[in-house]
């Protein structure tokens, strides 16, 4: 039992007093959101007896299948979050277009952006998934009127807020509202999220990365000169060994970055010419860039801040190199060098060389 600990509830509205950018009942939607992640938990922790597991069937505006999960999830968000009077209007990577709030309710001052269940190619094999969410304040007239997409359209450094939920081993709510990042863990006993992980921060140095080795031969030269000098290990440039990890969920992943370090890359490549990036800016980029950002670490496409892409639409995908701040910077350099022509040409491709890892 985790006694005298903060309740994210607390620990809201204290940041809400603290900070005058969190206007009106700003807490209140966050107790919103605090309920869908409970109610998303709960389902994804029945899995089978629920009989939740598996394909519902249909897609999303992705083209990708959905899982059971993923329509139990998106529900979740617009159920619990609707009714309150604290938003104008969301918007979900499972939907098309945005979700006004209906008429008969109340608006409020707030949009809300999220991926309802991140990674749920891992709910079959139940290893971790996540929520990701997104909070921005409505512009000028937006929930007096109509919202529409545009009104969305905000480079992450306008974000109030941004966080997920892991359901792992443990639940874990993490999330920022610009004064740091905080960890909060799902005590079951109480139904409450208690503080856990205040003001987590990532090492600026690290020997971990997370890619996925299958699309090497797609990436561009920058990544694999950065990724083939990691797997050269202590007899390579770096002079150090680097462990390689790959979850297929960003959640997961830049979870273990928050609690160790590390540098999460889903590159620019060249495996669909028609899509820059494979993560949504809205999403997913943009939240994860906030919570990285507020612990010390970047968050970079390659050539830019990711806090600093103006979106064009709703379900934009960039590249995302996120992490420890020594290796961002570094494969920031990569992509410099590579546009200059000052680049230093990788060694061979990614399995053929014998390279060194760590085996902790």
Request: aromatic content about 8%; hydrophobic content about 40%.
């Given at each position: 039992?985790?006694?005298?600990?903060?309740?994210?509830?607390?620990?809201?509205?204290?940041?809400?007093?603290?900070?005058?950018?969190?206007?009106?009942?700003?807490?209140?939607?966050?107790?919103?959101?605090?309920?869908?992640?409970?109610?998303?938990?709960?389902?994804?922790?029945?899995?089978?007896?629920?009989?939740?597991?598996?394909?519902?069937?249909?897609?999303?505006?992705?083209?990708?299948?959905?899982?059971?999960?993923?329509?139990?999830?998106?529900?979740?968000?617009?159920?619990?979050?609707?009714?309150?009077?604290?938003?104008?209007?969301?918007?979900?990577?499972?939907?098309?277009?945005?979700?006004?709030?209906?008429?008969?309710?109340?608006?409020?001052?707030?949009?809300?952006?999220?991926?309802?269940?991140?990674?749920?190619?891992?709910?079959?094999?139940?290893?971790?998934?996540?929520?990701?969410?997104?909070?921005?304040?409505?512009?000028?007239?937006?929930?007096?009127?109509?919202?529409?997409?545009?009104?969305?359209?905000?480079?992450?450094?306008?974000?109030?807020?941004?966080?997920?939920?892991?359901?792992?081993?443990?639940?874990?709510?993490?999330?920022?509202?610009?004064?740091?990042?905080?960890?909060?863990?799902?005590?079951?006993?109480?139904?409450?999220?208690?503080?856990?992980?205040?003001?987590?921060?990532?090492?600026?140095?690290?020997?971990?990365?997370?890619?996925?080795?299958?699309?090497?031969?797609?990436?561009?030269?920058?990544?694999?000169?950065?990724?083939?000098?990691?797997?050269?290990?202590?007899?390579?440039?770096?002079?150090?060994?680097?462990?390689?990890?790959?979850?297929?969920?960003?959640?997961?992943?830049?979870?273990?970055?928050?609690?160790?370090?590390?540098?999460?890359?889903?590159?620019?490549?060249?495996?669909?010419?028609?899509?820059?990036?494979?993560?949504?800016?809205?999403?997913?980029?943009?939240?994860?860039?906030?919570?990285?950002?507020?612990?010390?670490?970047?968050?970079?496409?390659?050539?830019?801040r990711i806090l600093d892409v103006?979106?064009?639409?709703?379900?934009?995908?960039?590249?995302?190199?996120?992490?420890?701040?020594d290796e961002v910077e570094r494969?920031?350099?990569?992509?410099?060098?590579?546009?200059?022509?000052?680049?230093?040409?990788f060694r061979s491709p990614l399995?053929?060389?014998?390279?060194?890892?760590?085996?902790?």
């Amino acid at each position: 039992m985790l006694c005298g600990r903060t309740n994210v509830n607390k620990f809201l509205i204290e940041e809400q007093r603290r900070n005058p950018a969190l206007i009106g009942d700003f807490s209140m939607l966050m107790s919103d959101i605090v309920r869908s992640c409970k109610a998303i938990a709960q389902g994804v922790s029945r899995g089978s007896l629920a009989n939740l597991l598996g394909d519902a069937g249909s897609e999303n505006i992705q083209g990708e299948g959905q899982k059971k999960l993923d329509v139990l999830a998106n529900q979740a968000f617009l159920r619990h979050c609707e009714w309150g009077g604290h938003l104008a209007a969301m918007a979900s990577e499972e939907m098309e277009d945005i979700f006004p709030i209906p008429s008969e309710n109340q608006r409020g001052q707030y949009l809300l952006v999220f991926d309802p269940l991140d990674g749920s190619s891992n709910i079959d094999v139940n290893l971790s998934v996540g929520s990701i969410f997104s909070v921005l304040r409505c512009p000028e007239n937006c929930s007096g009127g109509a919202p529409t997409a545009v009104d969305f359209l905000q480079p992450g450094s306008q974000q109030i807020a941004a966080g997920y939920a892991l359901y792992g081993p443990s639940t874990m709510l993490v999330l920022s509202v610009g004064n740091g990042t905080h960890g909060f863990t799902l005590d079951r006993n109480i139904g409450e999220f208690l503080l856990t992980h205040p003001n987590l921060l990532i090492p600026p140095e690290t020997h971990e990365f997370a890619i996925n080795a299958s699309n090497e031969r797609f990436w561009e030269s920058p990544v694999q000169r950065y990724v083939s000098e990691c797997l050269a290990g202590q007899s390579g440039v770096r002079g150090k060994d680097f462990n390689m990890r790959w979850v297929a969920s960003m959640v997961a992943e830049v979870h273990r970055i928050l609690m160790r370090g590390g540098v999460f890359l889903y590159p620019r490549d060249s495996k669909d010419l028609s899509r820059p990036g494979r993560l949504r800016l809205m999403y997913e980029a943009n939240p994860m860039a906030m919570i990285v950002a507020q612990a010390g670490g970047l968050a970079s496409t390659g050539s830019e801040r990711i806090l600093d892409v103006q979106p064009a639409g709703l379900h934009e995908r960039v590249p995302v190199i996120l992490g420890s701040r020594d290796e961002v910077e570094r494969i920031e350099r990569y992509h410099r060098e590579h546009e200059t022509g000052e680049d230093q040409p990788f060694r061979s491709p990614l399995f053929s060389t014998r390279t060194l890892f760590r085996d902790d």
